[in-house]
C-alpha cells in the first residue's frame, strides 16, 4: 500500500473523530455555558475598552447594579415558577408596585406599624395570586390574557389610591435594610441568594418541584399519571405572586419611596427577558434558577455600561424588548433541538 493511500485513511478516520468530540464535548458546552461566557467577555469589554472603564469596573458601579437589580433577580425567579409549569404570569412587575404602594400607604398614610403594613402589603399580593391561579387553573382562561388583565386592573387601583403622587416612607430600619451594605455588598444580594436557594430546592429537589416539570413537558401526560394538575397551576401563581410581593416590598426599602413608575412593563419585561434567557444557559431548554441569575447580571452589567456610555434613554427599552424577543427564539429553538435529538 502506498504512502498515499495510508495518509487518506488516516484523515478520514480522524476526521470523523474531531467531529465526534466537538459534538459530545464542544458543542454542549457551548449550549450550557455560551452566556455565562458572552457575559465575562461583555463585562471585559466595558471595564476595558470603551470610554469610562474604571467607572464600569469601580466598586461603586459594580455594588449598584447588584443592588438595583436584586429586585428583578426576585422577579424573574418569580415569572420561572409558573413557566417551568407552562403558564405566563405577566403581573410580576404590578405586584411588585402594588405591594410596594401598600405598605408605604399603610404606614406613612394610615399610621399603621411597619410590620402591619407589609403583612397587609403580602396579603393583598397573595390575593392577586390567587386571583390569577383560580382563573388559569380552575375557569381555564389564558393565562396570557388573564395576568395581562389583571396587571391593567392593579395599575387602576395603584393609580386610584395614590392620586398619582409618590408616597415616601421614613423608616430607618426598612431603608437602612435597602440600601446599606453587608461584607461589601448590598445587603439585597443576600436575600436574592436565600431566595434563589429556596427557589432551587423547591424546584428541582423536591416532589411539588418534579410535578411541576412534568405538568410544563406534558399536562396531558401528567393528568394521566395522576397529578392535580389543576391545582398545581393554581399554586405556581400564588408562589409567584408572593415572590413578587417581597420584592416589592424590597423594592420600597431600595428606593425609600412607592410610586405609579414602580410597577408594570418597567419591572416586567426585565424579569422576563431574564427568565427566558437564563433558559438558554447552564440547563438549555429549561427554566433555571442559576441561569436566571447568570441572565440578570447579563442585562443589568450591559445597560450599566451602555448608560456609563452615554447611550439615549431609548436604548434601554430597546436593548430588554430585543433580549426578551431574541431570548425566546433561542430558547425555544434549544428547546426543540433537544427534543429532536432526545
Avoid at 129 to 138: E, F, K, W
Avoid at 291 to 315: C, D, E, K, Q
Wanted: charged share 10%; glycine share 10%.
Amino acid at each position: 500500500m502506498s504512502t498515499t493511500a495510508v495518509s487518506s485513511d488516516a484523515r478520514d478516520t480522524e476526521a470523523p473523530e474531531r467531529r465526534s468530540v466537538v459534538n459530545r464535548y464542544v458543542l454542549p458546552a457551548l449550549e450550557r455555558y455560551g452566556l455565562v461566557i458572552l457575559f465575562v467577555l461583555l463585562f471585559l469589554f466595558f471595564a476595558t475598552l470603551w470610554d469610562r472603564p474604571a467607572t464600569f469596573r469601580s466598586t461603586d458601579n459594580i455594588r449598584s447594579v447588584l443592588g438595583t437589580y436584586s429586585i428583578p433577580a426576585i422577579l424573574a425567579l418569580a415569572a420561572i415558577i409558573p413557566l417551568v409549569c407552562g403558564q405566563f404570569d405577566l403581573t410580576v412587575g404590578p405586584v411588585a408596585g402594588l405591594t410596594a404602594m401598600a405598605t408605604a400607604g399603610a404606614f406613612t398614610n394610615e399610621g399603621s406599624p411597619l410590620w402591619l403594613a407589609v403583612v397587609i402589603a403580602l396579603a393583598l399580593g397573595l390575593l392577586v395570586g390567587v386571583v390569577n391561579g383560580y382563573l388559569v387553573a380552575y375557569v381555564k382562561v389564558n393565562a396570557f390574557i388573564t395576568t395581562l388583565g389583571v396587571s391593567s386592573l392593579i395599575l387602576g387601583f395603584v393609580t386610584l389610591y395614590s392620586e398619582g403622587t409618590a408616597v415616601l416612607v421614613s423608616h430607618e430600619g426598612l431603608t437602612n435594610l435597602g440600601s446599606l451594605n453587608w461584607l461589601g455588598l448590598p445587603r439585597l444580594v443576600f436575600i436574592v441568594l436565600a431566595i434563589a436557594l429556596l427557589t432551587y430546592y423547591v424546584l428541582e429537589h423536591t416532589p411539588f418541584g418534579r410535578y411541576l416539570h412534568s405538568v410544563g413537558s406534558n399536562p396531558t401526560a401528567a393528568r394521566l399519571v395522576g397529578l392535580d394538575v389543576d391545582r398545581l397551576t393554581f399554586l405556581t401563581f400564588v408562589l409567584s405572586a408572593l415572590l413578587a410581593s417581597i420584592a416589592g416590598v424590597l423594592l420600597l426599602a431600595r428606593n425609600g419611596s412607592a410610586d405609579l413608575q414602580l410597577g408594570g412593563l418597567g419591572l416586567t419585561l426585565p424579569a422576563l427577558a431574564a427568565a427566558f434567557l437564563g433558559a438558554t444557559a447552564i440547563r438549555p431548554g429549561q427554566f433555571n434558577v442559576l441561569g436566571t441569575l447568570v441572565a440578570v447580571l447579563f442585562v443589568g452589567f450591559s445597560l450599566s455600561g451602555l448608560n456609563l456610555n452615554g447611550a439615549s434613554s431609548w436604548v434601554t427599552d430597546v436593548f430588554t424588548g430585543g433580549t426578551l424577543v431574541l431570548a425566546v427564539a433561542i430558547s425555544t429553538l434549544v428547546a426543540r433541538h433537544l427534543a429532536s435529538s432526545g
